[in-house]
T-cell receptor, first 110, second 111 residues
């Protein structure tokens, strides 16, 4: 079993929908959590960074962490076709080490 | 501010040939990472540098892979000899803290 798990998708939604992307993790030592967006043939781009349980909002994006359940989520409001990409969650601990999930492919249809 | 620069972007080689990838991190970032990303999977760490010191290379296949970061700035990752299974995207990232910033990657195809 991998330390960080994501449903690979693809997840297909209509434009304007609210998208929910999720990850589970097994290592209680993880202290901080990140979401990256990766377009085809591009490198991962850092979207959100959270350190504690709770919500963090940035524009149309909300990251949610529940350490008691070892569950992290990324919500995208008013989704746009330009949001179509693979979303990677990453969990980190001391020493600036990150463990990535396998990514969820999102398709937002006009 | 310039991001992480990698070259080449694409490389096609025959098996058993050597290949090298180059990375220039974001200015001021002391930590540099090399990751491997297979199709449909997340990045997996190969090696991490703090300045010029390799502090975590446990996942680097040392029989064929080598890396260096002279002067603690740019870095080179080498494979010799390449095998068919090495076909993947090689990503470089850098950080000055917990947040890692990635380059565009080098897509390697071994035929």
């Amino acid at each position: 079993q991998k330390e960080v798990e994501q449903d690979p998708g693809p997840l297909s939604v209509p434009e304007g929908a609210i998208v929910s992307l999720n990850c589970t993790y097994s290592n209680s030592a993880f202290q901080y959590f990140m979401w990256y967006r990766q377009y085809s043939r591009k490198g991962p781009e850092l979207l959100m960074y959270t350190y504690s349980s709770g919500n963090k909002e940035d524009g149309r994006f909300t990251a949610q962490v529940d350490k008691s359940s070892k569950y992290i989520s990324l919500f995208i409001r008013d989704s746009q076709p330009s949001d179509s990409a693979t979303y990677l969650c990453a969990c980190g601990y001391a020493g600036n080490m990150l463990t990535f999930g396998g990514g969820t492919r999102l398709m937002v249809k006009p | 501010e310039a991001g992480v620069v990698q070259s080449p972007r694409y490389k096609i080689i025959e098996k058993k040939q050597p290949v090298a990838f180059w990375c220039n991190p974001i200015s001021g970032h002391n930590t540099l990472y090399w990751y491997l990303q297979n199709l449909g999977q997340g990045p997996e760490l190969l090696i991490r540098y703090e300045n010029e010191e390799a502090v975590d290379d446990s996942q680097l296949p040392k029989d064929r892979f080598s890396a260096e970061r002279l002067k603690g700035v740019d870095s080179t990752l080498k494979i010799q000899p390449a095998e068919l299974g090495d076909s993947a995207v090689y990503l470089c990232a850098s950080s000055s803290g917990s947040e890692q910033y990635f380059g565009p990657g080098t897509r390697l195809t071994v035929t």
